[in-house]
């Protein structure tokens, strides 16, 4: 976190606190600027860079793609467990994990049971590991935010909001 820090000590008497949201550095800079001309003094006045989430929104992650991935791949390795289980139930009819089916088309219904159960679970495990991704085509500083921390007389609470709004900001508090 980066801050700036007041360099002359305030009045405490009837001091309000109010905190501005700002997605870009330069309108906090520019409303600490038209604070301080409208008669707020600069000891009261900090700005602080904060992170928003560090986790994106699933939309604007690698989620999906990932997940696409992980069920092409676990489908191919389902299937490939599932043919090698419908040979072992035809050349072991007794000592095989699948004799129970018993029938001959047992190893079709096997490969579909194999291919969904893998394409379930790869699906499942890329979501969960590239949810936390962002996307390549994502803002690259996202997370940021910067909060202009004001201490201010009471009375000039108001004067102090209209301004932070102007500026394009956020009341926070």
């Keep these: 976190m980066s ?3 007041p360099t002359e ?8 606190k109010t905190a501005g949201i700002f997605l870009d550095r ?4 520019a409303a600490q600027q038209a604070l301080i001309e409208a008669g707020i003094p600069a000891a009261g006045l900090s700005i602080q860079e904060s992170a928003i989430d ?3 929104p699933l939309a604007k992650s690698k989620g999906a793609k990932s997940a696409r991935s992980g069920a092409i791949t676990g489908g191919l390795f389902g299937s ?4 090698l289980l419908s040979f072992s139930a035809q050349n072991f009819p007794g000592d095989s994990p699948v004799s129970f089916a018993g029938s001959s088309q047992a190893g079709i219904v096997i490969g579909i049971i194999g291919v969904a159960v893998g394409a379930l679970g790869g699906a ?12 390549a085509d994502a ?3 996202p ?6 921390l004001i201490q201010a007389q009471a009375e000039d609470l108001g004067k102090v909001r209209d301004l932070v709004r102007q500026q394009g900001g956020e009341i926070q508090i």
């Design 80 to 83: 490939i467990v599932a043919v």
């Design 124 to 135: 499942l495990i890329g979501l969960l590991t590239g949810s936390s991704a962002p996307s």
């Design 9 to 16: 000590p305030l009045a405490n008497e009837s001091l309000a």
């Design 3 to 5: 801050s700036q820090q």
């Design 26 to 29: 330069t309108q906090a800079e």
């Design 54 to 56: 560090p986790n994106p």
């Design 139 to 141: 803002d690259p500083r």
């Design 143 to 148: 997370n940021s935010k910067y909060l202009l």
